[in-house]
């Protein structure tokens, strides 16, 4: 028996405004709420909700063999409350069904891991306290931002009483190991870790419109083909993508929507795959070695490393002003700035600033609302500026 | 008079410069017409007749505000003339232009310029086609002297002299020197070179541009004269700001190019916040070398007290100084400068290097030499630190500033025109 595990990942980062110099130590909004609002009922009506109601119908129709997870990050679902009910309500259905697992994150989607336990533990269990609020569940499996994940890291989350983590199939980390097996932490055997099949899953998240691609057009039958054609022994396929492959990325008329319709259908029948949610597969499973990651790795870019976020001066520069208010912020009891300093941290702002423009640049570039990086980083330290003066006066 | 660029439209100090003169010139009974490469609208043109020229052969007047314009007639030639761009930087641009903008550049020139075909797409190109439409615009019209500023201008200056066979003033605002350090573009050079060989007389915006002149395209100092600008400042307001920040705040405005030394400002920035945390620095204005600045800041982890704002217009200007404590112009080669005239009419002390032109008109400024970091963090701790200081500065420097008057400059122009035509 070979299970395939699909985990969405949902989203919404608070964007920021054209902040100028002159605004420091007036203007304490710091948000696009127009952006925001568009963007998020843009993606409401390509995205979540066909895609919501599929997975809906998807699951209803196969009677509990069909199952799937989400990670929504607690910014998201602040503004599904704000923006899209509607979507809310979608998830709740979906989470209604018992077949749909919802993962543990940081709240802001936030780099909080690299730097502080203490920031990371709490945002965490604020996310959690929205899922149960939302969803009424209490979620076992964890996925850091990005898929950001060291043998640190994994300690840390299992010693949070989580047992079961997600992380990207690295080349560099895995080197002749199979993502298709079941690992687990290197320093708490205890936590469980799952590795994302990134070839078959940017086959549907990244390639699957792709006419240059020598697969196009892909169907259910071939992609069903290639995981037949997968070793017997092999236990898991995990399929990690962004939810917003599903209309956003992958608009509906590539056909994507009809290809998921086909997809359980096909592996039920023509295959010895069956669905299974991450703590299903933890339960099942035995870990076959341990998995080490000394240094962090992440989903993002072709190295699979930080350096989407923290790999240039900016943002080096960015991330260290900002985490240097951690203690202050403590110390802090007003609830506008708790408000802002999470989502400050959320980690879209510091992809922004990237200068890596070569291998990745296209991926970069269509997630980036500012032209330049040098802009963003203008933007993101005025922003910052006024934060440090109403703390430092808090 | 040929220019390129006109206020509110302008991307450096030779628009205001040009505004600033006319005015004063309109005010000693001269009557001016002025050509611009292209014209966007809203150009001040109550005191001068302005013509638009985007077709040599009709001259498209704007016939609502036609009545104001009495001193000056403002042409405006369909081109692509930009200020402070260097050929190969223009090229680039230019094919960028191409792409985006294709179908609608067709559209707008080809009604225009029936008469040469294609568009020029180099810059040189476009500087010698602009000398054709100025030698068609001089047969026809009625004037005695031309007056052509900087380099692109030059062959226009040049073309409209031959034609009509009336005295040509060479305004020379800045140098290749000036622009590239020593690596000057050779045909740029020969283009200033011929313009000023060509020249009845040669008028020099300071001393300093008048020695690079002289000395460096051997021009004969006896037809070189300086005329030291003046500083216009019109009739607005000093906009009233509530100050955001409690910090004293310490301002560069201007391109953030190689000419005006904006890195000398950010290590002096460094070595002031070393020592001194309440204080603030902003690098106001865009150029080639500002995500540079952005990333050697970042370095230098002061980013935030380091801030950048962009290019800053009109109000923002003015906002910007209202809001400064302390000026500094750390310019490698400023042949006139007058943005520190500007900070000092808004009570702002004004740091300014050795290496520009202003330096020789001003008294109660800091002058030291653009390289010396570690002077300029010296004045700039002073000056934010001893408030004797300051308060000296300030008056002083206001009332000296207040004197800089255009009319003094165009009443020296207006000499030199009556002197050529005699």
């Known amino acids: 028996m070979r299970t395939i595990c699909f985990y969405f990942q949902v989203h919404q980062p608070f964007r920021i405004k054209r902040y100028r110099f002159f605004d420091i130590g007036h203007d304490h909004y710091y948000f696009d709420e127009y952006a925001n609002r568009t963007i998020m009922r843009k993606v409401a009506e390509k995205c979540y909700l066909p895609a919501n109601q599929l997975f809906l119908d998807l699951i209803n129709k196969y009677k509990g063999k069909f199952k799937i997870s989400y990670s929504i990050s607690g910014v998201a679902l602040e503004q599904f409350e704000l923006y899209a009910p509607d979507v809310l309500n979608s998830f709740k259905k979906l989470a209604e069904t018992g077949n749909v697992e919802f993962i543990a994150e940081t709240y802001a989607h936030s780099l909080s891991a690299l730097k502080s336990e203490e920031e990371f533990k709490k945002q965490v269990e604020m996310q959690t306290a929205l899922l149960k609020k939302h969803f009424n569940v209490e979620p076992v499996t964890f996925r850091n931002t990005e898929l950001i994940y060291s043998d640190q890291i994994g300690e840390m989350v299992a010693n949070m009483g989580y047992k079961v983590m997600l992380t990207e199939g690295a080349k560099h980390v895995l080197g002749w190991k199979s993502p298709n097996f079941m690992y687990c932490n290197s320093i708490n055997p205890r936590l469980k870790v799952l590795l994302k099949n990134f070839t078959l899953s940017d086959d549907i998240a990244f390639r699957f419109s792709n006419r240059d691609w020598t697969e196009w057009p892909l169907t259910a039958d071939k992609y069903v083909h290639w995981l037949n054609s997968i070793d017997k022994k092999e236990e898991v396929i995990n399929l990690f993508m962004d939810y917003e492959t599903f209309g956003e990325h992958q608009w509906a008329e590539t056909g994507i929507f009809e290809f998921l319709k086909h997809l359980p259908k096909k592996v039920l029948s023509s295959s010895d795959y069956s669905f299974n949610t991450p703590s299903e597969v933890a339960d099942e499973l035995i870990p076959v070695s341990a998995i080490h990651v000394p240094h962090p790795i992440s989903w993002a870019d072709e190295e699979r490393d930080l350096t989407a976020w923290l790999g240039n001066e900016l943002q080096e520069e960015a991330f260290n002003k900002l985490y240097d208010l951690e203690s202050k912020i403590k110390a802090c009891t007003n609830e506008d700035i708790q408000k802002d300093w999470l989502k400050l941290q959320t980690s879209d702002h510091f992809y922004y600033l990237c200068t890596k423009w070569f291998s990745d640049g296209d991926v970069h570039k269509y997630f980036n609302p500012y032209s330049s990086p040098y802009e963003a980083f203008i933007n993101f330290m005025n922003v910052l500026s006024d934060f440090i003066i109403r703390v430092e006066n808090c | ?422």
Request: glycine residues 8%; hydrophobic residues 40%.
């Open chain 2, 1 to 422: 008079m040929f220019g390129w660029e006109f206020p509110p439209h302008i991307s450096g100090g030779l628009g205001t410069a040009c505004y600033g003169l006319t005015r004063a010139l309109a005010g000693f009974d001269v009557d001016m017409i002025f050509v611009v490469p292209k014209l966007f609208g809203g150009e001040d043109g109550s005191f001068m007749q302005l013509k638009e020229a985007s077709n040599i052969e009709i001259t498209k007047e704007k016939t609502d505000t036609e009545e104001f314009w009495e001193k000056l007639k403002y042409i405006e030639v369909g081109s692509s003339l930009i200020p402070y761009l260097d050929p190969e930087v223009y090229t680039k641009l230019f094919e960028h232009t191409i792409l985006d903008h294709n179908e609608i550049k067709s559209k707008i020139f080809s009604e225009k310029f029936d008469f040469s075909g294609e568009y020029g797409t180099s810059l040189l190109e476009e500087v010698s086609r602009y000398a054709v439409v100025a030698s068609v615009i001089a047969a026809g019209n009625d004037f005695d002297v031309v007056h052509a500023h900087d380099w692109l201008t030059y062959p226009a200056g040049i073309a409209a002299a031959e034609i009509s066979k009336k005295p040509l003033v060479i305004h020379v605002h800045a140098t290749e020197f000036d622009r590239s350090g020593e690596n000057v573009n050779p045909n740029v050079f020969e283009i200033e070179k011929r313009g000023m060989l060509a020249a009845n007389t040669v008028i020099t915006v300071s001393n300093l541009t008048r020695d690079k002149v002289v000395n460096r395209y051997g021009i004969d100092p006896n037809k070189v004269i300086t005329v030291h600008n003046g500083v216009d400042f019109g009739t607005g307001d000093f906009p009233d700001i509530q100050r955001g920040v409690k910090e004293k705040v310490v301002t560069f405005l201007g391109r953030i190019t190689f000419q005006k030394g904006p890195e000398y400002f950010v290590e002096a920035a460094y070595k002031v916040l070393q020592k001194d945390p309440n204080v603030r620095f902003v690098m106001a204005g865009s150029g080639d070398m500002m995500y540079r600045m952005i990333r050697r800041v970042a370095a230098l982890k002061i980013a935030d007290k380091f801030h950048f704002t962009g290019f800053l217009k009109g109000d923002d200007v003015l906002k910007m100084f209202a809001l400064s404590d302390v000026y500094v112009m750390p310019s490698v080669s400023e042949p006139f400068g007058i943005s520190p005239l500007e900070a000092m009419r808004s009570n702002v002390p004004v740091i300014i290097s050795k290496q520009s032109g202003v330096a020789e008109v001003l008294k109660h400024a800091v002058k030291l030499d653009f390289w010396d970091v570690d002077a300029m963090a010296d004045a700039i701790y002073g000056l934010i630190n001893y408030e004797g200081l300051t308060k000296m500065f300030k008056n002083l420097g206001k009332k000296e500033v207040e004197n800089i008057k255009w009319d003094n400059a165009a009443f020296k122009v207006k000499n030199i025109y009556e002197s050529l035509i005699q």
